[in-house]
């Protein structure tokens, strides 16, 4: 079965400061990774996705996530933290099963960027 | 383009009453889920369709009834409600089942049962 982990409930960065929120993962087979941000009584809204190519992805907002297969890790990372970015973060896995995919969320960080 | 749509945005349910949460959504997507989000338990997924016609379960399907009569429409059904199901539903949407497309979701309905 797929997993996601993040370790961390919260984060808090420093206004201009870079950021990075963690995730791992467990799936079978390839995985398909992506970045969920959600801001107070809003919907999910994909942040990036990791299909397959290039390891580090780059996303919207000036985010970006580096894919390690050996490490099962697809870390977001922002070079300067804004206020603005203070939300909750999920990183989720989706794995095509044939019969419908799944996407599987990690328990989400809640990013605080203080001033 | 509306995107997803889901009603209500809030409700309260006594324990034992039923009611149905709507999901529609005029992008054609062929692919409709329900999840819900509880705190420190992320998104967990209740049922999922592939297309009108087919639905299948998810990760926490008991206490849930859905049907999928057309592409656009996804409702999800509590049969008698519990303090236990009182959280934040989401409906989320997608093309296709396909591995390289993203989900698009809904902004949410906050159900409080008591």
């Known amino acids: ?24 993962y467990s799936v079978s087979g390839n ?5 969920y941000v959600q801001y107070p009584n809003r919907g999910l809204q994909v942040l990036l996705k990791y299909i397959t190519g290039d390891n580090l992805v780059k996303g919207s907002y000036g985010f970006e996530a580096e894919f390690n297969k050996s490490q099962t890790s697809f870390h977001l990372k922002k070079p300067s933290a804004l206020v603005s970015d203070s939300a909750l973060y999920f990183c989720a896995v989706r794995e095509f099963t044939g019969g419908g995919n799944k996407l599987t969320f990690g328990t989400g960080t809640q990013l605080k960027v203080e001033l | 383009n509306a995107g997803v749509t889901q009603t209500p945005k809030f409700q309260v349910l006594k324990t034992g009453q039923s009611m149905t949460l709507q999901c529609a959504q005029d992008m054609n997507h062929e692919y409709m889920s329900w999840y819900r989000q509880d705190p420190g338990m992320g998104l967990r997924l209740i049922h999922y369709s592939v297309g009108a016609g087919i639905t299948d379960q998810g990760e926490v399907p008991n206490g849930y009834n859905v049907s999928r009569s057309t592409t656009e429409d996804f ?5 008698s409600a519990a303090p236990s199901q009182t959280s934040v539903y ?15 979701f809904g902004s949410g309905t906050r159900l409080t049962v008591v």
Do not use: H, I, M
């Not at chain 1, 079965?1 to 995730?23: F, I, R």
């Open chain 1, 1 to 24: 079965a797929q997993s996601v982990a993040q370790p961390e409930d919260q984060v808090n960065v420093a206004e201009g400061n870079p950021l990075t929120v963690k995730c791992t």
């Open chain 1, 31 to 35: 995985p398909y990774l992506f970045w």
């Open chain 2, 75 to 79: 409702p999800l059904r509590l049969l």
């Open chain 2, 90 to 104: 989401f409906c989320a949407s997608s093309y296709s089942y396909r591995e390289d497309y993203g989900y698009t």
